[in-house]
């Protein structure tokens, strides 16, 4: 069955097509939920509701740009709705942060994983998390994220700031040859 | 700094991008089993409605055609007319098992009441009274006249201009009228010679009833005397819904969280009331025209919210928290509540994380299955009845349970520990009920419940549900 096969079995609520679909995309897509969301039993729902709106609106893919690109794009949406559901109850203080300085690929062990930066992204708060992912990993601009997430751009601007002086920290902290061998 | 900005972003962006990772097992199934019901939702709603409509139109029909039989076997003057009456009527086989043309015969002579019938030997232009007649029982009255085993269709002929003419405006309205019988001599002559004539009697104001408008004792109430009706011990079942509106109220010092003395004006002044709903099947028994015994068994739920409730670390664990309400505690894990449980941060800096903030409204639900015992006392008695209720409504706990509403969504907390399993209220109403029917009726009653003893324990607050509801049902008199 191929792509075209599966869209069409898709529209047509094709059992069987449907899950060709799910097992083409499915650990890329469960992938993407994983740095979306704080923990992977969100992750999972993101993948379930991102799914289901798949399915549900594969008749409105008019093919431009490629299938994978789609299903991501919807993924993306659907972490962001839950964000937008949850946001009026995260505090945030966007006061000060320092920096971590330099994150020197040479100095970083050569044995992180994915599944260590996917950890560290899941532990900021989800609003930085959100943003970060969105301008380094998406490439939208800040202007594109303040309307996504209903923020200001300076907003966007300073929460990737945050997001990414943390994540530099704990790159640092956890990955970097320690200071003694690096500095020795 | 910006190729630290650079180097940051390039560093996930280079490990994540094309990232994969297993999906969860059972994801497809779960996915799967979400879609089928959507597909199959309508259909599968349509079917239950079918079958709804299906066992109550059984239902019903039982019912009535029980009810009908019955009716037939107890009130049809043919079963009550003397065997000779019988026996003319059934060679012809033309009015044999009509209840209205037998008792037409039997009608006519019992239509002219003694004092009627003295009048009418006495006097040539004699007048009776007779209750309105709807047109099509006059109809049949006097087509019943034609029928050949019948022997005075000639006399009866003879009334027939003079009964059309008091055809009624409308036959639900029961008014007296006069007629004219211009030939009653010769009528009262026909009767008393007839081979079937039978001692007159005093037409009772049942089978002048019956005479008139049939068998439909919906209409009884309005011109047969209550001493005169059946005996009214009987039972009867129906169906009861109700929305309810719930509280409670709070008596008691308070209790100590870990940080505070929480008092009940704080429980007052953040919790409210809430809406929910009770239904269940009645059974009632009435001792007489007025008192019955209200029964049944009954689901309803009792509840409040609270926009702001105390939250504190639980003394038995570091892990847990605790949420408490005037009406118990519920235990939960602050970091399985995401939505809810936000983790103040009081300093960015600092990595150690603040205490929790409760967002949220937070939502407690007890459902009892309820046994009530009430006396209803009929005040008006009619048609429309207006019944005065009181008594007692014991229930069982059956489900206990909490949540968070946010936006739109319900994030279930648990179950309020500390709560009785058995709940004793007590009951009051006043209420209207309409009769449909000799056997079906509705009704609207309003109802007070309010918990007798508080339904939790080892709190320094007593907790006292009370609500209100509105039942509205349906009732069927066996």
Partial sequence: MNQQEIIKGCIDRSNKAQQALYNLFADDMFGVCLYYSPDRSEAEDTLHEGFLKVFNNIASFKGEGSLKGWIRRIMVNTALEKFRKKSPLYVLDNDGYETAGDVDRENIISNISADDLITLIQGLSPQYRMVFNLYALEGYSHKEIAEMMKISEGTSKSNLARARAILQKKVKEYFYISSKTHNG | MADDKRH???????????????????????????????????????????????????????????????????????????NDIQQETTPENVIQNNSLQGTTTESLKNSIPETSNKQITKTDAGKFESAPLAQDAINQDIESQKQPAVQNEMALSENKEVLAETALPDENTVIVTTVEVPKTDELANQIDQDKNTIEPEKMSPEMLHQLLVGNDEAYANEIIPKSNKQLTQQWSVGAQFSPVYSYRNLSGDGFSTPDEQVEQDYFNDKENGLMAYAGGISLNYGFNDRLSLASGLYLSRIGQENEDVVAYDSPDSPYLYNLASSGGTVT??????????????????????????????????????????????????????????????????????????????????????NIKPVIYNSVMGLGIEYSISTKLSINLDPLFKYSLSPINSNSGIKYHPYSISWFTGITYKL
């Fill in chain 2, 8 to 82: 940051i972003d390039q560093l996930f962006k280079d490990y994540l991008s094309g990232y994969k990772a297993p999906a969860p097992k059972g994801a497809w199934e779960r996915l799967q089993a979400e879609m089928q019901p959507k597909e199959k939702g309508l259909p599968l709603m349509y079917l239950r409605l079918a079958a709804a409509a299906i066992l109550l139109f059984i239902a019903f029909s039982s019912g009535y055609f029980w009810s009908e039989f019955k009716n037939t076997d107890n009130s049809t003057v043919v079963s009550e007319m003397p």
């Fill in chain 2, 332 to 417: 939960i894990n602050p970091q399985k509540f995401e939505k809810v449980m936000v983790r103040e941060i009081d300093n960015t800096k600092d990595s150690v994380p603040g205490d929790y903030i409760v967002s949220g409204t937070f939502v407690q639900n007890l459902d009892y299955l309820e046994v009530p015992l009430v006396l209803k006392y009929k005040m008006l008695q009619s048609r429309f009845s207006v019944n005065l209720s009181g008594g007692l409504s014991p229930g069982i706990l059956v489900n206990n349970r909490s949540y968070f509403s946010v936006d739109g969504e319900k994030v279930q907390t648990g179950y309020t520990e």
